[in-house]
């Protein structure tokens, strides 16, 4: 009577141990998805943000480009303003605020580049932690699986004699 007792006892715990190994195991399972789902979407990000960073750059170059010859256009027209002739000085106040507005046009495409070379390091980083959670998440997913399959193998012996 003991016996059966004893073995009854011991089964009860092997099944509730297993049921709860399983469930951290669901759970597990679960947050590992989910963080391989996150590296996903962010190396889509990060795709998309290098393959914009050539054509951005190109723009910051050619705006750039365009600033300094509208600057040296300006510096020509100012220069041929000096003797007080009221149609040269218009032109070249003209001039100067062209070449104002393309060196804030400039300004603002290099600050787009700045701004997208920052978003590519901060997605790395990102990429990085969630590969280390990842990382983690395997380990433990792993060590659960193992202590379920231990637990289920005690059970099935201390059953069967």
Known sequence: MKKIILVLVIAVLGFSTQAFCQTDTLKLSKQYADVT???ADLQVKLQDAQSKLP???AKAQSATQDAQQAAQQSSSQAQSATDADYSKTRKAQKAA???ANKSADAKDENSDVKDLNNKVKDLNKEIAKKQKKQQELQTKLTAARSASGQAAQS???TTTP
């Open 37 to 39: 789902k996150d590296i």
């Open 97 to 99: 605020r062209r070449a």
């Open 55 to 57: 054509t951005e750059q």
């Open 155 to 157: 059970t099935s012996t």
